[in-house]
């Protein structure tokens, strides 16, 4: 992917502070450092994004996902907490169209980084629940 940022990234074309890499994944600080620490895993494999994942990539790469945020958290004794984000399509805040793994370590509720999830508890009626719950069972592969 000859216009990819990620891809030169992975390619030593653009520098990055690495924490980590191996065959299948190299782990970064993202440039933005919403917290300090705040690292991208990314697999050398060029994918967009979830949809795009064998099960054979997903567990080269996720597997990784513990170890390394163990590792950020040893690293410093002030983070308490972290936010792990996998952003999927445009409308879910996805800006590099290279999937990437969002570690976000956390160190208090003003720390820079924060969520909104609506709650719509008992919005839907049972039925509507079990017709949308089918809905997604019937594309389940094996
Ligand atoms: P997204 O919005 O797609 O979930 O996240 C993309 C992330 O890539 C952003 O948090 C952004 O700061 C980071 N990013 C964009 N360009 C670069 C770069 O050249 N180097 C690094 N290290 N991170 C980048
Ligand atoms: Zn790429």
Redesign the pocket.
């Known amino acids: 992917m000859d216009d990819c940022?990620f891809c030169k990234?992975i390619n030593n074309e653009?520098p990055?502070t690495t924490i980590y890499e191996d065959d299948d994944i190299k782990a970064?600080?993202?440039?933005?450092q919403v917290t300090p620490g705040h690292t991208?895993i990314v697999p050398k494999k060029h994918v967009k994004n979830i949809f795009e994942y064998d099960e054979d990539l997903a567990q080269r790469v996720f597997k990784k996902v513990p170890m390394i945020a163990r590792a950020i958290k040893e690293s410093n004794p002030d983070i308490i907490g972290m936010n792990i984000c996998l952003?999927n399509g445009e409308i879910a805040?996805?800006?590099?169209m290279h999937s990437?793994i969002?570690l976000v370590p956390r160190y208090s509720d003003k720390d820079g980084f924060s969520m909104k999830w609506a709650d719509n508890t008992g919005v839907a009626s049972d039925e509507q629940m079990q017709e949308r719950a089918d809905a997604i069972k019937k594309n389940l592969e094996d």
Do not use: A, E, G, W
Request: no cysteine.
């Open positions: 940022i990234i653009i990055s970064f600080f993202d440039i933005s991208l952003n805040y996805q800006s590099v990437h969002h």
